[in-house]
Every structure is written in structure tokens, then in C-alpha cells.
């Protein structure tokens, strides 16, 4: 099930199912997202991107889909392990036409993927 | 393969102290990011840095400054710290600044009493 307020919210999953965690973005000119996992104590760790001009992506055992109109963003995990276990962030990026630009990445709220083994 | 190294790891400050946050970015990497994240909280962007010199400024207080030397490691350097300032601070490198792939260190957990 899944929980808000001063928690993260929870993912819980069984060993073996698919999960799919969910981001809504709120920036229309971002042009990439990314998918991080962070695990407890270590730093975010990339897992797959999609740009803008796409609305699926695959990688092994991860799927990622866009859906523009609605500002949307999910990472799907097939055949979830125990070492899915993790906080998972989405970021976005815009690429601001300053002449400087623009690089840095801003981070959605992250879900908390439990596995129960 | 080697990754982005930040040092200390753990950090215990007293208010009204200063810190110092050290950040070894992936050999070759040219670009370094600082992030700060609170518990259960998402990174916010604080600054980023570009052949050594300021890239792209977020939500940095006036409090901290950082820098990035001629060996690209960088520097944050937190003055007058306050209890609110308690937060693992992530480095991240890339590439080169427009690369959108950063790699993260492992974090400086700041613990200020």
C-alpha cells in the first residue's frame, strides 16, 4: 500500500511481481528525465533516462514511460528482487536558452520500493 | 572503476561553526554539482561548477560558498552552520557540463548539534 505526509511514500511489492512507481513532473519544457535509485546511505545512482521526444524506453528489467500531455513519468521493474529494495527518485531537466544554460537537474519526491521476500 | 569520492564521510558540527566538504569527481570529469538532501527529503540543487568556474546557482545560502580547483575537486564550505543545515550533501561529476549523466558519491552525512 502506500503512505504520504512526513513519510516517503511506500511501495510494497512481493518477490517476483512487477512494480511500477509513479512521478509527475511539473516543468513543460523539461526535455530528460532520469530514473535514480538510492539505496540507504549511498548516493543516487542512475538506472535509465528517456528524453522528451520519446514515450518508452527499456533497460534490463526496467521500463520507463513518458506521457507529455499529463506531465508523467513511471519506472516499471519486472520481476522485482529483494535488492530492488530502495528510494527512488525521478529528476527532469530543462535546458534554459540563456546562453549559459541550464544543466542542473531537479528532483521529484521520491517512493520508498519494499520488497517482501 | 572509479567513482566520486567525497570526504569526510560523517560530520559533526556545533551551531555558529564552519565545515568544510570535500568532493573528488570521477577522473576526466570536468563538471561537479553539490545537492543537499534533508531526511525523507528529494536532493535540492545547491551549485555547480564547470572547468572551475560557477556553472548554474540553485538554493545555496548566502552562508555556504564553493569552489572548484585546478585538479577539478571542489570545496563547500559552510559558515555559521544552523541546526536546519543537517543533511547528507551529495557531489555529483560528469563528463563535461553539458552531459546529462552525473554520477553521485556516496555523501557527507552533516550533523550539527
Known amino acids: 500500500g502506500e503512505s504520504v505526509g512526513l513519510h516517503l511514500p511506500t511501495l510494497s511489492v512481493q518477490e517476483g511481481d512487477n512494480s511500477i512507481i509513479n512521478c509527475a513532473y511539473s516543468?513543460?519544457?523539461?526535455?530528460?528525465f532520469i530514473w535514480y535509485k538510492q539505496e540507504s546511505g549511498k548516493g543516487p545512482q542512475f538506472i535509465i533516462d528517456?528524453?522528451?521526444?520519446?514515450d518508452k524506453r527499456q533497460g534490463q528489467r526496467v521500463t520507463v514511460l513518458l506521457n507529455k500531455t499529463v506531465k508523467h513519468l513511471s519506472l516499471q521493474i519486472a520481476a522485482t528482487q529483494p535488492g530492488d529494495s530502495a528510494v527512488y527518485f525521478c529528476?527532469?531537466?530543462?535546458?534554459?536558452?540563456?546562453?549559459?544554460?541550464?544543466?542542473?537537474?531537479?528532483f521529484g519526491k521520491g517512493t520508498k520500493l519494499s520488497v517482501i521476500p | 572503476a572509479a567513482g566520486v569520492i567525497q570526504s569526510p564521510r560523517h560530520l559533526i558540527k556545533e551551531k555558529r561553526e564552519t565545515a568544510t566538504l570535500k568532493c573528488y569527481p570521477i577522473p576526466r570529469h570536468d563538471t561537479v554539482y553539490w545537492y543537499q538532501q534533508g531526511p525523507g527529503q528529494d536532493p535540492q540543487f545547491l551549485i555547480s561548477f564547470y572547468e572551475k568556474m560557477q556553472s548554474d546557482k540553485g538554493s545555496i545560502p548566502d552562508r555556504f560558498s564553493a569552489q572548484q580547483f585546478s585538479d577539478y575537486h571542489s570545496e563547500l564550505n559552510m559558515s555559521s552552520l544552523e541546526l536546519g543545515d543537517s543533511a547528507l550533501y551529495f557531489c555529483?561529476?560528469?563528463?563535461?557540463?553539458?552531459?546529462?549523466?552525473?554520477?553521485f558519491g556516496s555523501g557527507t552525512q552533516l550533523s550539527v548539534l
Open positions: 555529483a561529476s560528469s563528463l563535461f557540463r553539458g552531459d546529462e549523466k552525473l554520477f
Open positions: 516543468n513543460s519544457a523539461s526535455d530528460y
Open positions: 529528476a527532469e531537466r530543462e535546458e534554459a536558452y540563456s546562453g549559459a544554460g541550464s544543466y542542473q537537474l531537479t
Open positions: 528517456i528524453r522528451s521526444n520519446m
